[in-house]
């Protein structure tokens, strides 16, 4: 009886010698990193950024993507369309072929299409420093406006990252196309002729709402620190806009294209006049003004007159 008693006494002492000796050595472990970031003269990044130190980041990432050389902005363009495209693809080949769940319950088929595809497509982005067009209009301006790049910067920006991104979406739409995967599924077609259905206004509307989004999920993403921190705040945002039928310019530079490649009865022309035209505007309104207007006039120098 002694015996046994005595065994257990000592496996205990053993594992809480072995807990004890994990937790000192993760503790000097930690202390150590801490030790040579004070060393180095540096100090840990917070998990979030507070609200004034999560705009000045945003202006010094608009002013970082301002200075940038035309010809890289629009290869890192070609990269984010490709981004985007491939998170529409599988949007569409998700959530756009489940036709029996949009006709009993429409509103848990939106949230699919939402949740599964676009959200990854711009963590892609936003990890690897792709330009993204409609994420550029909010940042870029900020950085004009707090006088950290010229408006010469913004043209540059927005019309190499804008071209570089319609490249690559029709390069992978080309490749969805080519690859046989979606078989018969008429999401693209459907999709796609409904967004060219609509009035000027109406897709306007949708593509300012959209990029406010948008570009509040790139603000938020860009004050984390963690990658699990960045998905989270690009996550909701991102499926929110799909599932409530918006306008993105960059993912219909995907979604049109592909739709007409499959036989949709939508022209070039009808792709620009009825979509990508009205719905770039509304997104550059989103991010300029719903999104960074409120924030640089109250954390940055927006307007104000120099001494």
Not at 64 to 83: E, N, Q, T
Not at 100 to 112: E, F, S, V
Not at 293 to 303: C, I, Q, S, V, Y
Request: glycine share 12%; aromatic share 10%; hydrophobic share 50%.
């Amino acid at each position: 009886m002694f015996s046994k008693i005595a065994f257990i006494l000592s496996l205990l002492a053993t594992s809480s010698a072995g807990f004890n000796g994990q937790a000192t050595t993760s503790f000097v472990a930690k202390q150590q990193s801490q030790s040579a970031l004070q060393m180095s003269g540096g100090q840990a990044a917070p998990a979030l950024k507070g609200p004034k130190d999560l705009y000045d980041g945003a202006v010094a990432a608009g002013a970082a993507k301002a200075a940038s050389p035309w010809d890289k902005i629009f290869k890192l363009g070609i990269v984010s369309g490709c981004h985007i495209g491939f998170g529409s693809y599988l949007a569409i080949s998700i959530g756009g072929a489940c036709p029996q769940i949009a006709a009993a319950n429409p509103g848990l088929q939106k949230i699919i299409l939402g949740a599964f595809g676009l959200p990854f497509g711009l963590i892609m982005t936003l990890i690897t420093g792709a330009e993204l067009f409609t994420g550029n209009t909010a940042l870029v301006t900020a950085a004009v406006l707090e006088g950290k790049a010229t408006k010469k910067d913004l043209a540059k920006s927005w019309i190499s990252s804008y071209l570089g991104n319609f490249v690559g979406s029709l390069l992978l739409a080309y490749l969805a196309f080519k690859s046989g995967t979606l078989g018969d599924l008429p999401g693209a077609v459907n999709i796609a002729t409904a967004k060219c259905s609509v009035p000027f206004d109406v897709a306007f509307v949708r593509g300012v709402l959209c990029n406010w989004l948008v570009c509040m999920a790139v603000y938020m993403a860009s004050g984390c620190s963690t990658m699990i921190g960045k998905m989270t705040a690009v996550w909701f945002p991102i499926s929110a806009f799909v599932a409530l039928g918006l306008d993105h310019s960059v993912a219909n530079m995907f979604i049109i294209p592909l739709a007409i490649l499959r036989g949709a009865d939508i022209t070039v022309r009808q792709m620009f006049v009825k979509n990508l035209i009205p719905v770039t505007l509304g997104n550059i309104v989103g991010g300029a003004v719903c999104v960074m207007l409120p924030f640089g006039t109250t954390f940055g120098k927006w307007f104000q007159k120099k001494e």
